[in-house]
Nanobody, 118 residues
Framework: QVQLVESGGGLVQAGGSLRLSCAAS????????MGWFRQAPGREREFVAR????????SYVDSVKGRFTISRDNAKNTVYLQMNSLKPEDTAVYYC???????????WGQGTLVTVSS
């Protein structure tokens, strides 16, 4: 099991940017693909982006393509989500997790809240 701690959320105006970080414990971090997910108020948690163990392959949900960029630093056991051109509909609690495909493998952390004002 890997423990995950998300950070970097906050309140931002539409069109602004935020960079989320996810620090993972455990020596197996670099062996797994990682993903970001989000849960908006009253909605189910959804997949946002994933990155392969090496960082060489990434994929995104259509709604964030061209605006969000996922990256990782295996030396720091950290995965990032750079979010640009934010929209009010991006408002959600954002979570990271190890993934198989786009399925989460570990228990969820507390997440980090992103609020985008119009």
């Amino acid at each position: 099991q890997v423990q995950l701690v998300e950070s970097g959320g906050g309140l931002v105006q539409a069109g602004g940017s935020l960079r989320l970080s996810c620090a993972a414990s455990g020596r197996t971090f670099s062996s797994y693909a990682m993903g970001w997910f989000r849960q908006a108020p009253g909605r189910e948690r959804e997949f946002v982006a994933r990155i392969s163990w090496s960082g060489g392959s990434t994929s995104y949900v259509d709604s964030v393509k061209g605006r969000f960029t996922i990256s990782r630093d295996n030396a720091k056991n950290t995965v990032y989500l750079q979010m640009n051109s934010l929209k009010p509909e991006d408002t959600a609690v954002y979570y990271c997790n190890r993934v198989a495909g786009i399925d989460a493998l570990d228990a969820w952390g507390q997440g980090t809240l992103v609020t985008v004002s119009s």
